[in-house]
């Protein structure tokens, strides 16, 4: 659910994002990596939305972030098994010094 509500919002932040690459006669064009945003070029300044782009750009978006958001939880259990494991070998340490002491 989060992936979904960052992708939608680096989607909508995009659209302040003039597409250099695109510069047509036809106006500017905003959003990154898929343009979905185009200002035409009128006396009223009027904008079109591409329904495509949008929804391209927004899947485009979950998928990066699901994929972050799964290498950090890869990358933090890998870091809770080392700690577990390290203390669980200090445990058994400390047990074969008191074993000793006998």
Same mark, same amino acid.
């Given at each position: 659910? *989060?992936?979904?509500? *960052?992708?939608?919002?680096?989607?909508?932040?995009?659209?302040?994002?003039?597409? &250099?690459? $695109? !510069?047509?006669?036809? *106006? $500017?064009?905003?959003?990154?990596?898929?343009?979905?945003?185009?200002?035409?070029?009128?006396?009223?300044? $009027?904008?079109?939305?591409?329904?495509?782009?949008?929804?391209?750009? @927004?899947?485009?978006?979950?998928? @990066?972030?699901?994929?972050?958001?799964?290498? !950090? +939880?890869?990358? $933090?259990?890998?870091?809770?098994?080392?700690?577990?494991?390290?203390?669980?070998?200090?445990?058994?340490? +400390? &047990?074969?010094?008191?074993?000793?002491?006998?």
């Amino acid at each position: 659910m *989060g992936s979904i509500v *960052g992708g939608i919002a680096i989607t909508l932040l995009t659209g302040f994002l003039n597409s &250099a690459s $695109s !510069v047509l006669a036809q *106006g $500017s064009t905003y959003g990154f990596p898929m343009a979905w945003l185009q200002r035409l070029p009128t006396a009223a300044a $009027s904008w079109k939305i591409s329904a495509t782009g949008l929804i391209v750009d @927004i899947v485009i978006w979950v998928v @990066i972030i699901e994929i972050l958001y799964l290498a !950090v +939880r890869v990358t $933090s259990a890998e870091a809770k098994a080392a700690a577990r494991s390290k203390t669980a070998a200090a445990s058994r340490a +400390r &047990a074969r010094r008191k074993r000793g002491r006998r």
